[in-house]
């Protein structure tokens, strides 16, 4: 529709083929045009083509024109900041700029009907169209491709003029909430006075939307909204709208300690809650506030994965089940990065959970930036548009226009299960925080603040004025509700200790938090060899019926000679571990940057019929009882993916949950989810979470951002066994770690370090009865050793240790010891002792890693080493992880393990003995050292 203009007669001819297009395809034309061509037709009829008629058309589309002006651009000409004045934009609405007159205005235009009102003034069309798009609300919509969309919307608001109507128990109902959004503020300002609370001052008429949009969900059959949100306005939310007690809340204020020794708490405003309310019908809804850090936009990915997982598990696919809330400020959802990485997950088949409310507090300046310094895009939820989504801007004074447009939104995701954005034009009363001086930076805008009275005031004021209530009666309202919160604080004081109650605490009651002792020994996860050839028979031998790429054939057969031969390579292992898993009840999720093949094409999870983009997944054809399998490839993310799987696992607890890098140095663009989540939420807010993170590292010479998964990192956030990391040498011992995941009562987020090299390494292979009879090893030992000669102990952890044993077999050595560390946190304290114990004639313990002496495990593992003088083999401390030329990887490579096995250049040349001895004469200790050579 664009394409035309509508500007004179000569249009005409233009029109009648758009609309014999119409009359012969409706699908080659806007939905919308349909109103219209009903007039159309009679004007046909009515006024055959003349200069006159021509005339006559010529008017009809300018006006046609100006409909859709308003229809594009109202929201740029509304009323919709409470505290500042409008930017201006033009060219405005004004119909000069339509090529129409004052004498027009009371001239009849059967354009009336494009808008439902029939035959029209131009006067009418234009109050209508005025009061519709350009008062409290402000609707963006017309960029939608999508035409049922386009016109659902239109219907919904042009006919009643986006007016809202409400009864005097509604409005009644309407200034409870705000009563108690805002004294609720008011009450913490005055008893806890210079106190961050991060107050929901200026945008109080967010509670009763909330209240609105529970109400509207439950009506259309919501029973559970996942709610995420930033500090700015939590407080009240948790009192509010989750009913989270106010002497708890009350208490954080007052509080000292807290009465869990596994928790070591975090600020009021980031702390989750659960609850069950019951709405004014009488309807139970389960409401679900997820913890959030600093990190405003963090909690959307989490948001949406816990949606996900109980749509899927809990709601059995029904998005008609559940709602997320997102709850966002203006200058977050305007820059942080991780805002567009949500929404582009939002409509993927892994990843939608059938449309988010967006609600953006919009305080117009971000802590002390103003909203012209904060965003290059004309509106700061312009983010938007990238999935077509439709777009509301309210006036946060006019709380009816608000509860109308929420409403609205909520009816439109249960129609259309897409996202929907509302921008609440608002204030933030005090600075950043309630110590903060706003002043110093906007004063022109907190002068107008100051002046400016609160939403329930202004409010009250309505309805005195409606005869609804008199002033007196608000007053008393007021005063009880206040009284209320008197008696809370009186319960408060009496709190000794804090208590933070579980997220998510009804999924999670068949688990405890991990005890020190459990970590001494891994269970029992071995699998029959019968079940294990049974899986296998189901992977390997898909339905005769699909046909394959031939090298989806070879790969196939060459998986079946593995079974028979006995020789199973990583990614069999890995299969056969979600198989067994999925055969006995656990759901597997795996998701990542080409998780389906893998990275380095080894997986093959996901099978392409030739010919077809359709594909078959033999882990979801195990069994008719089995659990779920599902694999993603993710879009190219790790921050928004990642933070998706998190929040999945934590509403999976007895699932098994991967994200995979594609190689794993990328994992840190999501070092934000590892932070504030992964490593410190157990710590912070309780939470138990059973992720895993497959992180490909290993150095084969492909330069600095294909080396290295920063395993120091991680190393470095460890502490009480709040991770557990992992880097397995056989495919075993990554087959039993994937099943202790879920075979345990209690959970941790597991990091394995995964190969890249060894995936199809030739000594890199395990039996079936490894899979069978093992449990994880946390350590293991060498079984290549005369133990009462062994003089050498060397640790390592990872793909080293098979360039190691290359060397080792090459010199027969007997009297050196290669010891794997397959988990360094928890670190397997009594397994190595009896690895040290075992050695007693030892002279030299060595750890080796591939990576700098300054990453890598080296600073980790050299403070748990304390009872032996341990030296370290590595490369040179670097700021980068790894050189980017393969010849110079290589010489690092040999000269690292040369060490090891270094052959002597003094008098007991033509040993290997790994000291740097000196060349001639040579000093009586090193001699010493020398003798057991």
Known sequence: MDKFSFTGSSEIESIENLYEKYKSNSDSVDIQWQKFFEGFEFAQ?????????????????????????????????????????????????????YSLETSDLKSVFQAGKYIGIGPATLQEIIDHLETTYCQSIGAEYMFIRNPEIVNWMQNKMEPVKNI??????????????????????????????????FSLEGAESLIPALNAVIEKGAELGIEEFIIGMSHRGRLNVLANILEKPAEDIFAEFLGEDFDDEIALGDVKYHLGYGNTITTDNGKKVRLNLAPNPSHLETVGPIVQGISKAKIWDKYNHDYDKLAPIIIHGDAAIASQGVVYETIQMSQLKGYRTGGTIHLVINNQVGFTTNYLDGRSSTYCTDIGKVIKAPIFHVNGDDVEALIYTIQLAMEYRYTFHTDVFIDILSYRKFGHNE????????????????????????????????????????????????????????????????????????????????????????????????????????????SKNLKFFKKVEKLLDDRNKMIENDKLDWAMAELLAYGTLVNEGHPVRLSGQDSERGTFSHRHSALTIEDTDQKYIPLKNISKEQAPFHVFNSPLSEYGVLGFEYGYAMAVPNGLTIWEAQFGDFNNVAQVIIDQYISSAEEKWGLMNGITLLLPHGYEGQGPEHSSARMERFLSLCANNNMQIVNATTPANFFHVLRRQVHRDFTVPLVIFTPKSLLRHPKCISSLED???????????????ITEEVRRVVFSTGKIYYDLLAKKEEYEAKDIALIRIEQLHPWPEKQIQKIIDKYPNTRRWIWIQEEPENMGAWRYVKEKFENINIQVVARLASGSPAVGLNKLHVLGQNEIIGKVFRKCTCELKNKYCGLQCETGSVREEIKKQHTYL
């Open 45 to 97: 009829k009515n006024f055959p083509i003349s200069s006159k008629s021509g005339e006559i058309f010529d008017k009809e589309f300018k006006v046609i024109n100006l409909i859709e002006g308003y229809r594009k651009r109202g929201h740029l000409f509304t009323k919709t900041n409470p505290v500042r004045t409008r930017r201006k934009y033009s060219p405005t609405l004004a119909i000069e700029n």
């Open 164 to 197: 809202p109507t409400f009864t005097a128990d509604e409005r009644k109902h309407i200034y409870s909430h705000l009563k108690q959004a805002v004294g609720f503020e008011s009450f913490i300002h005055k008893k806890f006075i210079g106190q961050k609370r």
């Open 435 to 542: 110590g903060d001086e706003p002043r110093f930076t906007q004063p022109l805008l907190y002068k107008e603040i100051s002046k400016h009275a609160n939403p329930r005031d202004i409010y009250g004021n309505f309805l005195v004025k409606e005869s609804i209530y008199i002033k007196e009666d608000l007053k008393k309202l007021d005063e009880k509700f206040n009284e209320s919160l008197e008696e809370k604080l009186k319960i408060a004081k009496k709190s000794e200790k804090l208590h933070i109650k579980q997220f998510l605490v009804e999924d999670w009651q068949k688990f405890h938090h991990a005890e020190p002792k459990e970590f001494d020994e891994s269970p029992k996860t071995g699998v029959s060899i019968k079940i294990l050839k049974e899986i296998a028979q189901k992977l390997n031998n898909p």
């Open 771 to 785: 899979l069978s009879s093992w449990q994880f090893k946390e350590v293991i030992d060498d079984d290549n050793v």
